[in-house]
């Protein structure tokens, strides 16, 4: 099908979006963590009736070892971890600029793709990253005195370790995912690790019971379960699927542009300001993340 990749890559697009609004608004009715909790359960059950569907099983038990070790540890770091500050960020700063700050992702990975993969670090590429930095630091300034972020540098450095979360996820997953494991499969032992830990980490600090009592504020529950579709099960599949089948620098653009999509829903359902240096610091940071893969 024509444009089947760049078409995927935009409807992730608006699925990350759609996602980080439905867990800002549940997150200020329950709170971050039953959100981050509540939505790993929901995907954690659909990814498993849909592995059950595609490969007759619960669980890619075959997996072996090592990759289970791999993928577990990336969702342990990106799911559990990384998206638990990125949802605490949503609630501080709200979805458009924490989700301007994932723009930072694209960069962590590179630095570490040069530090411990032996990829090589450009002038080019180093002149994009400071593009991206600019357009971040430019947007995050001219909201400094924003009176509806009261935490703003609080939220902003807890939207930093989301995007270095999800950095190290990644990297930790392409060590998984070697030699043609099927994303699907990866994709749940991803979702599985993350829950376990949170499971066991509510367990221990004696906030399982009221984390999952949260779920029965029925307006919270529909917008977790909205963004648990959206974003750990539609949102993936889409996005692989952009990789797949569109050039990576052509899906990567595609893929980052829901800050963009964010400022119109920021200012008419959050009500927020958004002024001339926030489009354009939005557009100069995506700029420079879509460099990053044509440098």
């Not at 359960?41 to 595609?54: P, Q, R, T, Y």
Request: contains cysteine.
């Amino acid at each position: 099908m024509l444009y089947l990749g760049e078409g995927a890559a935009l409807l992730t697009s608006l699925c990350w979006s759609l996602n980080s609004v439905c867990f800002t608004v549940a997150g200020r009715r329950v709170g971050s963590a039953s959100v981050n909790l509540g939505r790993l359960l929901m995907a954690w059950g659909v990814l498993i009736l849909v592995h059950l569907a595609l490969y007759g099983s619960l669980f890619p038990l075959q997996a072996g070892g090592a990759r289970l070790g791999w993928l577990g540890l990336s969702g342990l770091i990106g799911f559990a971890l990384g998206d638990a500050v990125l949802f605490e960020a949503f609630l501080l700063i709200g979805p458009r600029l924490a989700m301007l700050l994932m723009t930072l992702s694209p960069i962590f990975s590179a630095l570490l793709a040069w530090l411990f993969l032996g990829q090589s670090m450009s002038l080019a590429k180093i002149m994009a990253m400071a593009l991206t930095l600019g357009g971040i630091a430019w947007v995050v300034w001219g909201d400094g005195d924003h009176e509806a972020h009261p935490h703003l540098w609080r939220g902003v450095l807890l939207g930093i370790g989301g995007a270095l979360g999800q950095s190290v996820g990644l990297v930790f997953s392409m060590f998984g995912l070697a030699g043609d494991f099927p994303p699907i499969s990866a994709n749940l032992i991803r979702v599985t690790a993350g829950l376990a830990a949170l499971l066991l980490y509510f367990g221990a600090t004696g906030r399982l019971r009221g984390s999952l009592g949260s779920l029965r504020d029925g307006r919270a529950t529909a917008f977790i379960g909205l963004g648990a579709l959206t974003g750990p099960v539609l949102g993936v599949v889409l996005s692989l699927i952009a990789i797949a089948k569109a050039p990576m620098g052509v899906a990567a653009t595609l893929m980052s542009l829901s800050p963009v999509i964010l400022l119109p829903v920021s200012h008419f359902v959050f009500k927020e300001k958004v002024g001339g240096h926030a489009i354009l610091g939005t557009l100069l940071a995506l700029a420079g993340a879509a460099a990053l893969f044509f440098v």
